[in-house]
């Protein structure tokens, strides 16, 4: 577990070294980005409508019970934009993009194909890891505007279409931008860039010490998933309480 950490650090501070390089290799960056963001647009809508209308539909009633029924937007729109939507989709992109970064780096490391790069005097960090990063790194967050957009619009639809519910869209939406501010939202998107740069770092890691052939590939994907996913759920607790301690 330290030798894990220790690489993960050491990774990081020579792509923190690298990042004044990022201009020069902007066309990888712009395909690294395409690849995460483009591509995983549709399925983190899907994901995000139906969170947004679950939790509709499980408080809805009950705020309706209570004489609340007003404060539905407010509840929805918070829950999202602050929790479920930055954790939900950091899990998404680790299990989608971390996955594929951790074969594809796996492979080229099995193959000796880094090695090669070793040898013409290229830095697999410039070449391989910082593109990859920077792209993470900006490709969540958009997702995750995206996601709480679409999130909230699916809690509307299930809080004026459904019959133990039925409130219009303006008392839902009112109620929203009553309660939603900019600093929340602003608090998904630094936690989304936390998580985006921890997948990134677990993924090339674990790319870069794969051995063993096509099993040990096998291996290294399932580590940096359930690596990452055990690392945002961690650090989700600390962000918030550092974001809370900064209120």
Request: charged fraction near 15%.
């Amino acid at each position: 577990m330290f030798h894990t950490i220790g690489e993960i650090m050491l990774l990081f501070l020579q792509t923190l070294r690298a990042l004044p390089r990022a201009w020069r290799e902007r066309q990888k960056v712009f395909e690294q980005l395409y690849e995460i963001g483009n591509s995983s647009l549709l399925m983190a809508c899907i994901l995000s409508i139906f969170i947004g209308g679950v939790i509709a539909l499980q408080t809805g009633p009950v705020l309706v019970e209570r004489g609340l029924s007003s404060a539905i937007g407010g509840l929805v729109g918070l829950s999202i934009c602050k929790e479920l939507a930055p954790v939900m989709m950091a899990v998404l992109i680790a299990g989608r993009v971390g996955s594929a970064m951790t074969a594809e780096l796996g492979s080229m490391r099995v193959y000796q194909e880094i090695d090669a790069l070793r040898t013409m005097n290229i830095n697999p960090v410039h070449y391989l890891v910082l593109p990859r990063m920077v792209a993470i790194s900006v490709a969540l967050p958009t997702l995750v505007v995206f996601s709480v957009l679409v999130g909230w619009m699916g809690g509307g639809l299930v809080s004026v279409y459904n019959d133990s519910i039925s409130i219009t869209f303006e008392a839902y939406f009112n109620n929203l931008s009553q309660e939603v501010s900019i600093a929340d939202l602003a608090n998904g998107l630094i936690k989304s860039f936390v998580f985006a740069v921890v997948i990134g770092l677990v993924s090339c890691q674990q790319g870069f010490e794969t051995i063993g052939g096509p099993r040990g590939i096998g291996r290294s994907v399932t580590k940096a998933v359930v690596n990452a996913i055990v690392m945002i759920l961690i650090l989700d607790y600390f962000v918030t309480r550092f974001l809370l301690f900064l209120d």
